[in-house]
């Protein structure tokens, strides 16, 4: 029986576990617990990949549907608003969920069908042991051996590092925070809003956690407030957002493109193995994503060194062009000099374009 040794405790470590269910593997999953925070979008591609990974349609019980795109210009206190977008009428299903209540479900999931082993420890490094087996040591010299292992640990945890020694990490300001103000979750009722602001771009949707609605919000500064001393300030004063209790913090990916994301049956997954700017809120659905790709591989394949193989160089093209299209994304995102320029072109944008964009990020 193989021994598999999941680095990671986060929504990558329990997608990644929940790939393996119906195989006989022994699991350990090896990682400090953080906590979740917030809630994730999920698109057509990630709700239908969750329902496929999990084979569960409790899954309607976590999500809250979203099905309004709303895009405003906010400056000076004034909001207009550019486009209104309806999912619901090009039969697309868009969803929210609380991180927190994403990730229960999945270790639910996984521990109904399971057996799995829990760490509470960091690991410091990966070596090959006497017997030809992979062993990671932890922060306390403990020495922990695998047939495999599956980095869940992130842009600078010790798999990437192992698999594809040093790379340039980008290092970007991201503000987030919640909200449970009646009147604001009366106004976003099932509407995902972007609003661009001079400091940079906005994006709120409504959430439910443990039966209670909340909104969520994250802020982007643009080049000009990135790293700003000013910028919490400049947040408070913007009374459209001024009752936040904003949380600061950093987004990480690569500019460095990568060939392969596995080395000697140690397998990079999430943001080990794929990193790039969220603005297409595909970093979470495309964990899942790969999670149920990995899980028909798992399941149709005899051999692990294939299923890598395969697994490495399908999901490596299909994040190329992502991450080419959330660069841009985000570059008109962040647009100071020429904003006025890109409203107009938001504003007319039409709805077939507007699906036609969509269905090209969660399909193709």
């Given amino acids: ?68 795109f709303q895009i405003n210009s906010y400056n000076n206190n004034e909001t207009r608003n550019l486009k209104n977008f309806y999912f619901n009428e090009f039969d697309l299903k868009y969803f929210s969920a609380s991180r927190e209540m994403l990730i229960n ?85 099932k509407t995902l809003e972007l609003n661009f602001s001079n400091y940079g771009h906005f994006v709120s949707y409504p959430f439910i956690n443990n039966n209670k609605r909340y909104i969520n919000y994250v802020f982007i500064p643009n080049r000009l407030f990135q790293n700003s001393n000013e910028i919490l300030d400049i947040l408070k004063s913007i009374s459209k957002f001024a009752s936040i209790n904003w949380n600061d913090g950093y987004f990480y990916f690569y500019e460095d493109e990568i060939q392969t994301i596995h080395k000697n049956n140690v397998l990079l997954f999430g943001d080990a193995g794929f990193s790039f700017e969220p603005h297409l809120a595909q970093v979470g659905n495309n ?50 000099t020429f904003a006025k320029l890109r409203d107009k072109l938001v504003s007319n944008f039409s709805d077939q374009l507007m699906c036609n964009f969509f269905k090209k990020v969660w399909y193709d």
């Fill in 287 to 336: 964990i899942i994503e790969d999670a149920s790709y990995l899980k028909f591989l798992v399941e149709n394949t005899n051999s692990y060194n294939e299923i890598f193989e395969n697994f490495s160089r399908n999901t490596c093209k299909k994040k190329r062009k992502l991450k080419s299209i959330s660069n841009i994304v985000g570059n008109s995102f962040g647009i100071n």
């Fill in 105 to 189: 479900f999945l270790i639910k999931n996984v521990k109904n069908n399971i057996q799995i082993n829990e760490i509470n420890k960091s690991c410091v490094d990966i070596i090959h042991g006497e017997s030809g087996k992979l062993e990671v040591l932890t922060d306390d010299n403990e020495y922990i051996s695998a047939d495999i292992i599956i980095g869940c640990d992130g842009v600078n945890g010790i798999t990437r590092k192992y698999v594809c020694g040093t790379t340039s990490i980008v290092k970007k300001q991201v503000f987030r925070g919640t909200s449970n103000d009646k009147k604001q979750l009366l106004l976003k009722q």
């Fill in 1 to 68: 029986m193989k021994k598999i040794l999941i680095i990671g405790n986060s929504l990558s470590a329990w997608s990644v576990a929940s790939a393996f269910i119906n195989k006989k593997v022994k699991i350990t999953i090896i990682g400090n617990k953080n906590n979740t925070f917030g809630a994730q979008q999920l698109s057509p591609n990630g709700f239908e990949a969750l329902k496929k990974l999990t084979q569960n349609d409790d899954v309607k019980n976590i999500v809250y549907e979203i099905i309004k």
